[in-house]
């Protein structure tokens, strides 16, 4: 099997994460790292056997031997980094969201489809085995006719005004926070699993605190408890701590969710509820490998990941029989390989989302920044994303 080289474009709380889920598939070698904290950049690097590191994307992107990179930046520098990824002819998975407008989303999507390389934006959750079970209950038509789609995405890291991150700053993050960063998540796995697209929405947004204690210095991401009073400057806050949205989907369905940073004792709470004519699925990524299976006329169900048991379409994203648990870190592995595998093979269908899906969800976001802000109903222009 060919080995790809990789390089990572970012060193935060996702740029580690992606290095170990790339690191676990055997065929693709840490190639370079890129960030500008050098010092970060080098332990890293040594830690996880980079052969390059450097301060300055560009000098990666130079590089012939390079295939692709792996884009774990702020969101603001998603745009001017994936357009010279592309331009070098380099493959290119970036996390979501894709970039902070759908004007720069399309520019991303026309530009991956002339230079022809393979691109993913890592909306990795779709690809827990239970997730994927769902998905094919709806497709062998076990649930019926999809009536009701609800749930929430809640977390409490940004619960206090001494809570901080860059995400909460929109230059560096762009025009909204929860709803891009989680609510993009939750509504990407909603249209993957029921196969039907956010139609409207009527959302409203709250920032509770409109001012926050911003640290002196850098720190990690989910690191602010650590801190003291006098390590603080004040500053005010654009962006959400918290959205909660009412949606049309398809033709009949309808739904609602809400995604929080502020959910006091809520660490990661992703949860899902689909309820069809002929049966209802829940699943909670706080136990991700549970599923609940409602039915009207017979007892529920809560059943448990086993590959021997799972649909056949979703046996291929569960690795470990059952009893072993695969979490947030095998969702990473699980798209890593699928985008890789696709580059060597030009005629395989991606199976992983891509730039269009990435758009798909910043139009989404568009449109219930526009019904917070105008307090009314507002049309998700339709188009078609990717579907794998």
Partial sequence: MRTYKTALIGTGFVGRVHLEGVRRLGFVELYGIAEPQIEKARALGEEFGARKVVADYRELLEDPNLDAVDICTPNALHLPIVTAAL?????????????????????????????????????????????????????????????????????????????????????????????????????????????QRIASVCADLQTFHKTRRKPKGPIETFAGKTLTAEDYVEYPVDTEDFGAVV??????????????????????????????????????????????????????????????????RARPFADLPGGHSEGYDDTFKQVFRRFYNSIGDPSMQPEYPQFVDGLRQLTILEAELESSRKHRWVDVPAFQAATA
């Avoid at 769902?134 to 076990?142: I, L, N, S």
């Avoid at 929430?152 to 890291?157: A, E, F, K, P, R």
């Avoid at 995604?259 to 709470?269: C, I, L, P």
Wanted: hydrophobic share 30%; aromatic share 8%.
């Fill in 87 to 195: 331009e070098a002819g380099k493959h290119v998975i970036c996390e979501k969201p894709l970039t902070t407008s759908v004007e720069n989303g399309k520019k991303l999507v026309n530009l991956a489809r002339e230079a022809k390389r393979r691109n993913c934006t890592f909306h990795n959750l779709r690809y827990y085995p239970m997730v994927q079970h769902m998905r094919r209950m709806r497709e062998d038509g076990d649930l019926g006719e999809i009536l009701v789609v609800q749930g929430t995405y809640s977390q409490d890291w940004l619960l206090y005004d001494t809570d901080y991150n860059w995400r909460i700053e929109s230059k560096d993050n762009g025009p909204s926070r929860c709803l891009a960063d989680i609510g993009s998540h939750w509504c990407d796995m909603a249209e993957h699993i029921t196969g």
């Fill in 247 to 312: 949606f049309r989907m398809g033709d009949r369905a309808r739904g609602s969710f809400t995604a929080s940073q502020v959910s006091t004792g809520r660490k990661n709470r992703l949860n899902i509820e689909i309820y069809g004519t002929k049966a209802g699925v829940a699943w909670d990524q706080e136990r991700p490998d549970e599923l609940w299976i409602g039915q009207r006329n017979s007892n529920n169900q809560i059943i448990v990941k086993d590959p021997s048991l799972l649909k056949e």
